[in-house]
């Protein structure tokens, strides 16, 4: 079971003992009624008490003067330092991370290059087809025995097909030369129809 998410840090402090008396007995009172919440808290009272027993077990070590100087002097160089407030200011502190610099700089140059280049290869609109152009195109479309020229003259009308069918018919010269094979026996093997 999982604990409360708004109790973790509470339940951890009163592992610890580290929480004041009325939020504790508040808590306490919710580790009741919750087994996920008392759960949690039994694994980390566990831990706990295993660390400070641990702790016990350490021998007791003073640190020297000079780790209390070194310490004390670092405390105050950090409580003087200045938060950056412009831009070149976090640019200053960071003139020392070659890696943050580099991973900029190329992040700078995808950037650039993302933004250029649907400018760089813009199609030219082609010219709008002539009179002559579309009366020659419309020709050779009509002249062309196709399937679908023919399905769309039928669907027009019986006379339209007709019409085609004609047209198509005074255009070629159907020669036996220019049949398929199979076209050339039928009309051997029909001739006499």
């Known amino acids: 079971m999982k604990p409360c998410a708004q109790n973790q840090k509470p339940i951890a402090w009163l592992a610890a003992d580290a929480l004041d008396a009325y939020a504790a007995d508040e808590l306490r009172a919710h580790l009741n009624i919750c087994p996920g919440c008392r759960q949690y808290w039994r694994e980390l009272a566990g831990i706990c008490r295993d660390h400070s027993e641990a702790a016990n077990d350490l021998p007791e070590v003073r640190p020297s003067l000079s780790f209390h100087e070194r310490l004390a002097r670092r405390i105050r160089q950090e409580e003087t330092r200045r938060v950056p ?56 479309i009509d002249s062309q025995p196709t399937f679908s020229s023919y399905r ?42």
Not at 101 to 120: E, F, K, M, N
Not at 161 to 168: F, K, N, R, S
């Open 85 to 140: 407030v412009s831009a070149l200011e976090i640019l200053r502190q960071w003139r020392l991370d070659w890696g943050v610099a580099i991973s900029a700089v190329a992040l700078a140059l995808i950037v650039i290059a993302a933004l250029q280049r649907p400018g760089r290869y813009r199609e030219v609109p082609k010219p709008a087809p002539t009179a002559p152009q579309i009366a020659a195109a419309r020709a050779a």
């Open 152 to 193: 769309v003259a039928a669907n027009t009308s019986i006379e339209a097909l007709d019409e085609l069918l004609t047209q198509q018919a005074a255009h070629r010269s159907w020669s036996a030369q220019a049949l398929p094979v199979s076209a050339t026996r039928w009309l051997v093997l029909n001739s006499d129809l």
